[in-house]
């Protein structure tokens, strides 16, 4: 079963800068494509970006485009999302889950397993 945990999440100012972790179980960046979406209260759910696993082929929405970056290290088993030129609208809780990453949109219909989340908040 993939077990994933979130962290990096914080309180930041408009135009500020965060990384999100995502430490997965086992050998799940081996087997699976992996990304991150978020949630706002309120709001639908919605894919932020995703790896896929066979050829590291990154993806993202297209409210994040050029400000975060997804990456992958396998042999730490770990996913980051580097979040820079953060918005007031970034704000929600960001979780790391796995799903078919052939683009974003197959990315967010294909949700499976996820973590807890962390929660970022953008405001000054």
């Known amino acids: 079963q993939v077990q994933l945990v979130e962290s990096g999440g914080g309180l930041v100012q408009p135009g500020g800068s965060l990384r999100l972790s995502c430490a997965a179980s086992?050998?799940?960046?081996?087997?699976?494509?992996i990304g991150w979406f978020r949630q706002a209260p309120g709001k639908e759910r919605e894919g932020v970006s995703c790896?896929?696993?066979?050829?590291?082929?990154?993806y993202y929405a297209d409210s994040v485009k050029g400000r975060f970056t997804i990456s992958a290290d396998k042999a730490k088993n770990t996913v980051y999302l580097q979040m820079n030129s953060l918005k007031p609208e970034d704000t929600a809780v960001y979780y790391c889950?796995?799903?078919?990453?052939?683009?974003?949109?197959?990315?967010?219909?294909?949700?499976?397993?996820w973590g807890q989340g962390t929660q970022v908040t953008v405001s000054s």
């Open positions: 086992g050998k799940t960046l081996d087997y699976y494509d």
């Open positions: 889950a796995t799903g078919s990453c052939r683009n974003i949109y197959s990315y967010q219909r294909t949700l499976r397993s």
């Open positions: 790896i896929s696993s066979g050829d590291a082929r990154t």
